[in-house]
Nanobody, 118 residues
Framework: QLQACGGGLVQTGDSLKHSCAAS?????MGWFRQAPGEEREFVAT????????YYGDAVKGRFTISRDNAKNTVYLQMNSLKPEDTAVYYC????????????????WGQGTLVTVSS
């Protein structure tokens, strides 16, 4: 089970940090987002050790994924937010080392809404 928090209403250029706590041990973790009327989009993934990370092109250089395995928690630091970052953000876990593919993820958090105003 995944419990995410960190959504909210911010302005362009602001920063926001998501966290996602897992109830059990998780392996690869990822963040996805879904804007209204759009497909769910890959944002970032991280391996269990944290040594491997990948980002979607739209967020590369602005977002950072990290994890604290002692707390079973993964984070998504979002900087330089833009209106096009407005979406519901989901954390998810996979049995793979890491993955950019939505279909590789077995468990999903409830989603948190981020709204970036211009």
């Amino acid at each position: 089970q995944l419990q995410a928090c960190g959504g909210g209403l911010v302005q362009t250029g602001d920063s926001l940090k998501h966290s996602c706590a897992a109830s059990g041990r998780s392996y690869g973790m990822g963040w996805f987002r879904q804007a209204p009327g759009e497909e769910r989009e890959f944002v970032a993934t991280i391996s269990w050790s944290g040594s491997i990370t990948y980002y979607g092109d739209a967020v590369k250089g602005r977002f950072t994924i990290s994890r604290d395995n002692a707390k079973n928690t993964v984070y998504l630091q979002m900087n330089s937010l833009k209106p096009e970052d407005t979406a519901v953000y989901y954390c998810a876990s996979t049995s793979k080392l890491y993955s950019t593919a939505r279909t590789d993820y077995n468990y999903w958090g409830q989603g948190t809404l981020v709204t970036v105003s211009s």
